[in-house]
């Protein structure tokens, strides 16, 4: 059943408060990753951007840190969603750290 166009408003709301806490929340590089896992991740049912994905991989590379703070974004995200598309590019984004992003991430 396609989601109504309520459900999808308040999707959008959603992503919006998101990636407003995670610019006030945190510091810039860790604000930067929250901000790029919130969009890679939205509750369209369009698929992630590539350039969000590309965005998380070069800010978690070279960080032990990042990682961490990567996977406690994405762990949290994917605990508290009700929302299948959230949930399902949650997880194509973890694949796809997992085989392209940092070793950290095994």
């Known amino acids: 059943m396609a ?16 990636i407003g806490l995670a610019k006030v929340a945190n510091t810039n590089s860790i604000s930067d990753l929250d901000v790029a896992i919130v969009k890679a991740t939205r509750h369209s049912e369009h698929p992630a951007d590539e350039k969000h994905i590309r965005e998380i991989l070069s800010l978690t590379f070279y960080s032990r840190a990042h990682v961490s703070a990567c996977v406690n974004t994405l762990s949290r995200r994917l605990t508290k969603t009700h929302n299948w598309t959230v949930a399902l590019k949650t997880l194509f984004l973890i694949h796809r750290l997992l085989i392209e992003g940092n070793l950290s991430y095994q």
């Open 3 to 18: 989601p109504s166009k309520i459900q999808k408003a308040i999707g959008n709301v959603k992503d919006k408060t998101s």
